[in-house]
């Protein structure tokens, strides 16, 4: 029953392990500067300045979500959400993707009739390289 | 086509949950109690419980780059979870309100009435709806939710089964199984989804999983009818 007990510790140990080591990002960046810029992703949406967002994307990304389809896409989540009421929290790490690093960060917000999650990847100098809600 | 797929669905998930647990109710053998702790059971520790903390998780920045940045770990929390909530609530609810209920069957009757209701939740009040209003469903991936919503329901009776036999036979250990189980199965089909395996492939990975679980019921069942059967 001991040597369970131990076995199980140790497992659990390495499992704890595993997961602080992989939350390490790949690289090093401004968490603050980047969740700042989401945040202004997020307001010009919601402004509907859909041209201010597409002014900051990288290249591939103007050509493959301009600003007539982000705001094709985004109209009917924002009128299903309802006003913008307030930011909740946000979450960042580094990904290395195609040998590109990217900073992605998860904004939570809070709109009148649900919450939002808006996943917005950034290159390392500030240029919108994905966007996603949820 | 999707006519067809949409009454199967309705039949896997609506259907055959309630027609076998009325079959159980009428035999007259005390199924009844089992079979509405099982539904009680899932509706309280999923419903109710771990369905509503992963809503309010997925409001949270942190667990949604959680989920992007860790999809083995984040498979593993929701298949750890769904087996801690659901084989937890099933030794709970056994334990406290099953103590004369110790059949084999008494397990099998709780996984009818637990995988029943969650197949009917799930799947069989949607697909219900969008049948009666006409709305268009894909009729393959319907057709594979209610052969996935069957399969499950495999799971869940054998699943009760072993938590029972933990609580009548005092032996934790088929608790433990049970619970490795679950998370295995449910951790192993999310980080297909999450790979991009198409649904198909998905139910053709559950489906050698429930035959086993299926195996095994028959097995027990078969083994310990007869001790029941003395015991009497």
């Given at each position: 029953m001991k040597n369970k007990r131990r076995a199980g510790g140790i497992l659990l140990a390495a499992v704890v392990m595993m997961a602080l080591t992989a939350c390490k990002p790949a690289f090093e960046y401004d968490e603050d500067a980047a969740i700042e810029v989401a945040k202004s992703v997020v307001d010009n949406i919601n402004a509907g300045d859909f041209q201010a967002v597409e002014d900051e994307m990288t290249d591939d990304m103007k050509a493959a979500l301009p600003a007539s389809a982000l705001q094709e896409s985004v109209t009917p989540v924002l009128e299903e959400s309802g006003p913008f009421v307030e930011f909740k929290d946000a979450s960042t790490t580094g990904v290395t993707q195609n040998g590109v690093n990217y900073i992605v960060v998860a904004l939570s917000c809070q709109y009148e009739k649900t919450a939002r999650i808006y996943t917005i990847s950034l290159t390392?100098?500030?240029?919108?390289g994905g966007l996603y809600v949820k | 086509m999707e006519l067809l797929s949409g009454l199967f669905t309705v039949f896997a998930s609506v259907i055959v949950p309630l027609a076998a647990g009325v079959w159980l109710a009428l035999r007259?053998?005390?199924?009844i109690k089992p079979v509405l702790l099982g539904a009680a059971t899932f509706l309280v520790f999923?419903?109710?419980t771990r369905v509503q903390l992963l809503n309010y998780l997925n409001t949270r920045a942190w667990y949604s780059m959680f989920s992007f940045s860790q999809p083995a770990l984040f498979a593993l929390f929701l298949g750890a979870t769904a087996a801690l909530f659901e084989e937890g609530g099933r030794w709970l609810v056994m334990t406290l309100f099953m103590k004369d209920k110790k059949r084999i069957s008494d397990g099998i009757a709780f996984g009818v009435g637990h995988g029943g209701i969650e197949a009917v939740v799930f799947v069989g009040i949607g697909i219900t709806a969008a049948l009666i209003i006409g709305e268009e469903t894909p009729a393959f991936e319907t057709f594979l939710a209610g052969v996935e919503r069957l399969l499950t329901m495999v799971l869940h009776v054998a699943w009760s089964v072993m938590v029972l036999r933990s609580v009548t036979e005092k032996k934790p250990v088929w608790l433990l199984v049970a619970f490795i189980l679950h998370t295995v199965v449910d951790m192993g089909a999310v980080m297909l989804a999450q790979s991009g395996v198409s649904p198909l492939w998905i139910e053709a990975a559950l489906l050698p999983v429930a035959l086993a679980h299926l195996i095994y019921t028959v097995a027990a069942y078969r083994k310990f009818k007869e001790v029941q059967h003395n015991e009497k």
């Open positions: 390392t100098d500030m240029k919108i | 007259r053998k005390g199924y999923q419903i109710c």
